[in-house]
């Protein structure tokens, strides 16, 4: 079954649009946290370039597929469209790679494909296999193209959002994922002035 997986995977990948973002004024950025098999995903939608954070967004939900490296997509997938249902927001930051993937075709692509809009893939570690020419690092991430984005407008978003050698935007996500700080906490711990 994997192996029909990684063939839809590569065809898909052939559907990925590479272009140039000019207007980008709403940055949203998604991540997942996992307790058994429940998912808890957490979506932070900010201002750009100045990341102001303008809504926050938590939902829980079943999932259904194991964790696999390089089909996390299958996991991901559901909750992350749930999660972003309605909203608004001009670019997506992915807690998982884009193109920066074995086949060119990971969870940030996947996303990118569905919603039609520009996606970025950020994660902490290459996959065994990554084509070297299909990511970038900045800070601490490992930038990659999801959809509808270049590499290099990728990259300059993510330089602007950085806080701590990570994107401030993701940062939030995966802390309201985890429930490290509620839903009304617009701010990350060192955002906060005494």
Do not use: W
Not at 160 to 165: R, S
């Amino acid at each position: 079954m994997l192996e029909k997986i990684a063939e839809v995977q590569k065809k898909l990948s052939k559907r990925i649009v590479e272009k140039e973002v000019r207007m980008v004024s709403k940055i949203a950025a998604v991540d997942v946290s996992y307790k058994g098999n429940k998912a808890r995903v957490a979506l932070v939608i900010c201002s750009f370039p100045d990341c102001k954070v303008l809504k926050t967004k938590v939902l829980e939900t079943e999932v259904s597929f194991p964790y696999i490296p390089t089909f996390f997509f299958l996991r991901e997938t559901r909750p992350i469209l749930l999660v972003t249902k309605g909203e608004e927001f001009d670019v997506l930051i992915v807690e998982g790679h884009g193109k920066a993937h074995p086949r060119k075709y990971g969870l940030a692509s996947h996303i990118g494909l569905i919603l039609g809009k520009p996606t970025i893939g950020v994660a902490k570690k290459l996959l065994r296999g990554t084509p070297e020419n299909s990511y970038r690092k900045v800070g601490k991430a490992y930038v990659s193209v999801g959809n509808m984005i270049t590499l290099k407008d990728a990259v300059r978003i993510i330089e602007k959002l950085l806080d701590g050698g990570y994107p401030k935007p993701l940062k939030l996500a995966d802390k309201l994922s985890k429930g490290k700080i509620s839903e009304d906490e617009n701010t990350l711990p060192s955002d906060k002035t005494s």
